[in-house]
């Protein structure tokens, strides 16, 4: 566990049709978080540098590409509905199965990119608990059908293998719980009071466990 003062990097990894909630809820909190934290700060990284189109259309800008990606303390895999095409896509599950599995962590559907990786296999997992729209099952059944030990939870992380957290706005409380894992609860908790959300953060744990 580091000290306040001492930094720490993010890397965000994104991808065409990722769902912008996503990105907010990763970015978006540590960038809120260095203002308690002023060492921390977040990258993205895609296949390729530059504009990756989200789902609804906004257009984000990738720092980083996977082949110059920097060393980073964690890796967030995002969810979104391109997940359907990163399962397969040979450059993105190479470059997660590259990283320390310690370092990884998923949000809502990433989850599935990783286990596509084989990242999650007889491990504990969670991602977006219900089918939406069109979709013919839930992505949690989906994780299962991957081999995970698939869960609902707000945040699984046994601290040897990739981390995961729920869908969508619990993106917000995976990058929370791996800013305690970086810095310590008492700094997770002061990011949480910081963006106005310490008490959805408890209660989603009351309700979903952890």
Same mark, same amino acid.
Request: with cysteine.
């Given at each position: 566990?580091?000290?306040?003062?001492? /930094?720490?990097?993010?890397?965000?990894?994104?991808?065409?049709?990722?769902?912008?909630?996503?990105?907010?809820?990763?970015?978006?909190?540590?960038?809120?978080?260095?203002?308690?934290?002023?060492?921390?700060?977040?990258?993205?990284?895609?296949?390729?540098?530059?504009?990756?189109?989200?789902?609804?259309?906004?257009?984000?800008?990738?720092?980083?590409?996977?082949?110059?990606?920097?060393?980073?303390?964690?890796?967030?895999?995002?969810?979104?509905?391109?997940?359907?095409?990163?399962?397969?896509? /040979?450059?993105?599950?190479?470059?997660?199965?590259?990283?320390?599995?310690?370092?990884?962590?998923?949000?809502?559907?990433?989850?599935?990119?990783?286990?596509?990786?084989?990242?999650?296999?007889?491990?504990?997992?969670?991602?977006?608990?219900?089918?939406?729209?069109?979709?013919?099952?839930? /992505?949690?059944?989906?994780?299962?059908?991957?081999?995970?030990?698939?869960?609902?939870?707000?945040?699984?992380?046994?601290?040897?293998?990739?981390?995961?957290?729920?869908?969508?706005?619990?993106?917000?409380?995976?990058?929370?719980?791996?800013?305690?894992?970086?810095?310590?609860?008492?700094?997770?908790?002061?990011?949480?009071?910081?963006?106005?959300?310490?008490?959805?953060?408890?209660?989603?744990?009351?309700?979903?466990?952890?």
């Amino acid at each position: 566990m580091r000290q306040a003062g001492n /930094p720490a990097l993010v890397a965000v990894v994104i991808y065409e049709g990722v769902e912008p909630i996503d990105i907010g809820g990763t970015i978006g909190v540590v960038s809120m978080a260095s203002r308690v934290l002023p060492a921390i700060r977040a990258t993205t990284v895609a296949e390729r540098a530059g504009p990756v189109r989200c789902a609804g259309g906004l257009t984000v800008l990738a720092e980083h590409g996977f082949a110059d990606a920097p060393a980073a303390d964690a890796v967030i895999v995002t969810g979104g509905p391109g997940w359907r095409r990163e399962v397969g896509n /040979p450059a993105m599950l190479a470059f997660l199965r590259a990283q320390a599995p310690a370092r990884l962590m998923s949000v809502c559907t990433g989850a599935l990119i990783l286990g596509a990786a084989g990242l999650l296999a007889g491990r504990p997992a969670t991602t977006r608990r219900h089918a939406v729209g069109t979709e013919a099952e839930s /992505p949690l059944a989906l994780l299962a059908g991957m081999g995970a030990l698939a869960r609902p939870a707000q945040v699984v992380d046994e601290g040897e293998g990739p981390a995961s957290s729920g869908g969508v706005s619990l993106a917000i409380d995976g990058t929370l719980h791996l800013i305690g894992r970086l810095y310590g609860e008492a700094a997770r908790e002061a990011v949480a009071r910081t963006i106005e959300y310490d008490r959805a953060f408890a209660a989603n744990r009351a309700a979903l466990g952890q």
